[in-house]
């Protein structure tokens, strides 16, 4: 659950810095090497990367929809 919260949160960053790799790693204050490599785990584990806007999209309303149900 801890990476889940993780991620969702490294996804919500990235896009409210619209889509700027080193500016979510300030925001987070992490390296933009781990910020990068958290995208990359996020795209492993569901198949969408989110550094293309479609996938970006389809990964945002599902969180979203996730803390819905």
């Given at each position: 659950?801890?990476?889940y919260a993780e991620l969702k949160e490294v996804l919500l960053t990235y896009g409210k810095?619209?889509?700027s790799i080193n500016?979510?790693?300030e925001k987070l204050?992490?390296?933009k090497n781990t910020f990068q490599?958290?995208?990359n785990k996020l795209a492993r584990y569901t198949g969408y990367d989110p550094k293309v806007l479609n996938d970006y999209?389809?990964?945002y309303i599902a969180f979203l929809l996730n803390d819905v149900a």
């Open positions: 659950m801890k990476e810095m619209n889509k500016k979510s790693a204050y992490i390296h490599y958290k995208l999209v389809c990964l």
